[in-house]
Each structure stands twice: as C-alpha cells, then as structure tokens.
C-alpha cells in the first residue's frame, strides 16, 4: 500500500520508517501481545473486545500498555483515519521493549513499544467459500493453559506456525490442532465450529482455545437464528462425521472445513447452515451497535 502510515509510539511514521530495535525483546524472544481487527463499512466492528482482550493478554505477561483503553481505542481509529481506511484489516502490537539479552525484562530498564498497522485485508478468493478448506491434523498439539495460555494472543506463535507449516506442506489449507489429551481446540488462527443434527457445537475456551471474537459473534448470530448452540468438547471422529464444519476468525470470517485428513465433509462443499451463517455475520458487521465509528 503506497503511503501506508504505521503508528509507532505516539508518532505516524512512512512503513520505511517504521522500526523495532534488535534487542527489543519480542524479537529476542516473542514476548508481546498482539490484535488482529477488522474495519468494515467506516468502523471498527467490537473493537472494544479487541482493546478488551489485548489489556487481559498484557495483564497475563506483566505488560504494562502505555495508554487506556480509551487511549488505546483513538490509536486503532486515528491508524484507520491517517490510511483512510473504512473497509480493512488493523494489526495492533506492544512490544516488552528493548534492554540487553537477559531473559528477565526489567521494569525501569524496558520500555514497551506500541505500534498499529492499519492496511488492506488479505482475504480467501470468494471460491473458498463455496468449495471449503482442506484441513490436515497437526502433530502439534495446542499448548496447554499451564504452560503457556491460548487466551494469550501473544507474539510467540510457533505452536500455531509450527502446525501451519505442517499444513502447508502436506498441500492443505489449514491445520486442526488437538488438546494433549486429543480433544479438538482450533485451528492455528481460526476456532472451529461443527454442526449436527442442526445443533451447533464448538469447543469451551478452557479446553485450550483463543476466545475468538467471531467465535463470540457467531455463537450470538446462530442463537438468534434459533440454532442450539453449545460450548461442548467434541473429539476427532465426531468433526469428521460432522453435517456440516467451519473456522471462524476475525480475517477468515466464517469458512467451511469441508475436508479433514482425507475425509469429506458435507459432501465436500459448504453447507447450508454456514453459508446462512456467514451472510448473517456479514450484515451483523455492519449494525452501528457492533464497531466503533472511525
Ligand atoms: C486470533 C485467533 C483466533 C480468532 O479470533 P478472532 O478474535 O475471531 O479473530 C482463533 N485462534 C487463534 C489461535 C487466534 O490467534
């Protein structure tokens, strides 16, 4: 994007300009949270769970923000208004900061680092949609919560690139990944729904799943539809002879899961009740009453 803007620590800065030290500890060692958000339709759509969910993680790892979250929520919409951004995709990142290579991160020596893309989104071809992702099983299970929480969305993903590149190199879309006791949690970036028997399931946070914001919207959409929704563990060969499957994250939106490890699922193609459920998300995006007004 020519003339993109990154704020950088109180300043808006051409992407050239827009730099992190090599000592800074989330390139040392991944430490810092981060958020992944959407505009559409010239606002920010539940940005206050984002902000919400950006101060948990940084509460989680001792990071202190440098703002509010009244002072974080302008960053996010003055990032959208410098790129004149009604409809697209926001990356929102605080850094522990830079000091020497010790593990520890001082408090008074360590200065954390904020910094807000605001740009297009890269989406799936709308084909995608229709047809539905070939998903493979990672070998990778889901980190668990006692060693490092899935709740966190932290700056250190190897457990979900890790099961990406797996992914990737068995020539699937995506990968499914497993608790440690074999029960299904998410995708690498994406949680995952099921339905059956026209009740839809999707696996409780604790089991070791990133409280998605589209998972949360889609939970509520599917209610007012009249759907069943429940928050239930589900294993392996219960997605596979599932009616219907799909992901839903904040770029994806929603998206069938329509092969998994060689299976097909609803016949290969995208259901019906994900194609209603995608198009009434679609429109819930655009409700007043679900973004912040850029
Ligand atoms: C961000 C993310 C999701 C999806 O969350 P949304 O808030 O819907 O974008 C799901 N799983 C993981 C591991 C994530 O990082």
Known sequence: MSGQLVYLDGQFVPVEQAKISVFDHAVLYGDGVFEGIRAYHGQVFKLKDHIDRFFAGANALFLQLPFDKKGMTEVVLDSCRKNNISDGYVRL?????????GLYPKPEAHKPRLFCIAGQVALYPE??????????????????????????????????????????????????MLNDDGIVTECTGDNVFMVKDDEILTPPVWL????????????????EL???????????????NADEAFLTGTAAEIIALT????????????????????????EYTKKPENGAKI
């Open 208 to 223: 070791g799943t990133l409280d998605g914001i589209t998972r949360q919207s889609v939970i509520k959409i599917a209610r």
């Open 93 to 101: 990142v605080c850094t522990r900061g830079a000091d020497g290579l």
């Open 259 to 282: 092969e998994l490890d060689g299976r097909k699922i609803a016949g290969g193609v995208a259901g019906s009740v994900t194609m209603k459920l995608l198009q009434a998300f679609r």
């Open 127 to 176: 084909e995608a949609y229709r047809r539905g992702l070939n998903v493979i099983t990672s070998s990778y299970r889901r980190n668990k919560a006692t060693i490092i929480d899935p709740q966190i969305k932290s700056l250190n993903y190897l457990n979900s690139i890790l099961a990406s590149i797996e992914a990737h190199r068995y020539g699937a879309d995506e990968a499914l």
């Open 226 to 240: 009249g759907y069943v929704v429940k928050e239930e563990p589900f294993t392996h060969y219960n997605l596979l």
